[in-house]
């Protein structure tokens, strides 16, 4: 059973900068693929970014492709999002999510554990 943890979440100016982490536990973290993903209210939750577990390949979503950034640290058992240029559309819950399986690029009904989320809050 792996459990993830976000932090990081709170109130931006719009421009400005946050990083998100996710804390997950067991050992084989480092061979899980990773991925963010974040709901606004009213609205599905849509997929943001993911790494493989080697940290060498990721994917972002068109809408924040060049503003958000994701990294991991496996000895620490971490995943970042360092989200810059922040925009009042950004608001949501953000989860991270991990994929057991190892993909390179994982789809979204490929991940099998969740977070509880983190807040993130845009203003404008």
């Known amino acids: 059973q792996v459990q993830l943890v976000e932090s990081g979440g709170g109130l931006v100016q719009a421009g400005g900068s946050l990083r998100l982490s996710c804390a997950a536990s067991?050992?084989?973290?480092?061979?899980?693929?990773m991925g963010w993903f974040r709901q606004a209210p009213g609205k599905e939750r849509e997929f943001v970014a993911s790494?493989?577990?080697?940290?060498?390949?990721?994917r972002y979503a068109d809408s924040v492709k060049g503003r958000f950034t994701i990294s991991r640290e496996n000895a620490k058992n971490t995943v970042y999002l360092q989200m810059s240029s922040l925009k009042p559309e950004d608001t949501a819950v953000y989860y991270c999510?991990?994929?057991?399986?190892?993909?390179?690029?994982?789809?979204?009904?490929?991940?099998?554990?969740w977070g509880q989320g983190t807040q993130v809050t845009v203003s404008s």
């Open positions: 999510a991990a994929d057991r399986s190892g993909s390179d690029y994982p789809q979204k009904s490929d991940f099998d554990y």
């Open positions: 067991g050992r084989t973290f480092g061979s899980y693929s």
């Open positions: 790494i493989n577990w080697r940290g060498g390949r990721t």
